[in-house]
């Protein structure tokens, strides 16, 4: 492999002599101008739900980004948003999580700060979770939240 550092090593039991190659971290794209880049103390994506993101997006075709909102509404006072997006917006918050490349203004980073976003195939409660560690209080669905 092209760019890949070759380690040696010798077996302390047997005296053979082994190789490795070891690859350079993946040269992640440029971030999209005006947008800063977050990590998972802001939101984190499970494998389950990257797994799932990566399928609906390849399914959709609206965008490879997927943007989480919060909005006024829902039975506690705040509800969550999910859609795919093909462009960022001046202020975004990009993380990339769990296979996921997640936007996130930042209104709603506010709200957001330590959540995971999960996924159940379940028949009963299954799809997207949010686990929100601000919230005080939140539906039986999980769609709305209050703080």
Known sequence: MQGALELWEQSSVSGEVMSYEVCPPPTLPP????????????VSVTPAAGAKVAALIAREQSGD???ISIT???????????RFTAKSRQGDILVRSGGATVLVDPKTALYLKGTELDYSAALIAGGFKFTNPNAKASCSCGESFNV
Do not use: D, Q, T, W
């Open 65 to 67: 980004y997927l943007r």
């Open 72 to 82: 006024g509404g829902g039975c506690n006072g705040l509800s969550y948003k999910l």
């Open 31 to 42: 971030l999209p101008e005006g947008v800063r880049e977050g990590n998972e103390k802001l």
